[in-house]
């Protein structure tokens, strides 16, 4: 099962709105909406933003969306802050059961 | 409230063997799926595998990268998991992390502990 792909960097100036996407294939991203995004500050460990492509766990800001169509699953954040500055990975569930991740993304806040 | 703590990790020589641990506390461990992830020093996040609660059968699945080498069982007894590494390599050097699935889905880990660093060199 080979990774996820994402951009391996995008950069916003803050209030401004980017788009991180996460490009599989039927047997995974297209497959199952089951796509959960994560972000991870230098040092520390990961903390999840989305699961189930679109739900926001309890606590994480409403800035944070996410959204599929076809084979590619997207994370958008709105009014860039400087504490979002982090790299960004994506995960999907797969059809044979296992989970991928993207390759990372780093968000540069400008 | 809520923590997972990993433990075990080691300075050890290709070829050898290593045990990690999973501790959790502050839910039912029992009821959740548990995952192992790692990070290669400088690289990004790359799953390991997990186990499935009781409940699914506690069955096992892993990444094709350590498939036949490592292998993951629980203790719901004492709320912990465990990650057993066989014949490790050099490329399995990595800080590792243990995480909960979300209660009763397939995708989203919503509790992360700080990792446990195995570095595997001669």
């Known amino acids: 099962q080979s990774a996820l792909t994402q951009p391996a960097s995008v950069s916003g100036s803050p209030g401004q709105s980017i788009t991180i996407s996460c490009t599989g294939t039927?047997?995974?991203?297209?497959?199952?909406?089951?796509v959960s995004w994560y972000q991870q500050h230098p040092g520390k460990a990961p903390k999840l933003m989305i699961y189930d492509v679109s739900n926001r766990p309890s606590g994480v800001s409403n800035r944070f969306s996410g959204s599929k169509s076809g084979n590619t699953a997207s994370l958008t954040i709105s009014g860039l802050q400087a504490e979002d500055e982090a790299d960004y990975y994506c995960n999907s569930y797969t059809s044979t059961s296992i989970r991928v991740f993207g390759g990372g993304t780093k968000l540069t806040v400008l | 409230e809520v923590q997972v703590v990993e433990s075990g990790g080691d300075l050890v020589q290709p070829g050898r063997s290593l045990r990690l641990s999973c501790t959790t506390s502050?839910?039912?461990?029992?009821?959740?799926?548990m995952n192992w992830v790692r990070q290669a020093p400088g690289k990004g996040l790359e799953w390991v595998g997990f186990?499935?609660?009781?409940?699914?059968?506690?069955?096992?699945q892993y990444a094709a990268s350590v498939e036949g080498r490592f292998s993951i069982s629980r203790d719901d007894s004492e709320s912990i998991a465990y990650l057993q590494m066989n014949s490790l390599k050099t490329e399995d050097t990595a800080i590792y992390y243990c995480s909960r699935l979300i209660l009763g889905r397939r995708n989203g880990f919503d509790v992360w502990g700080q990792g446990t660093m195995v570095t595997v060199s001669s």
């Open positions: 039927s047997s995974d991203v297209g497959g199952y909406n089951y």
């Open positions: 502050g839910f039912s461990f029992g009821d959740y799926a």
């Open positions: 186990i499935r609660s009781k409940t699914y059968g506690g069955t096992t």
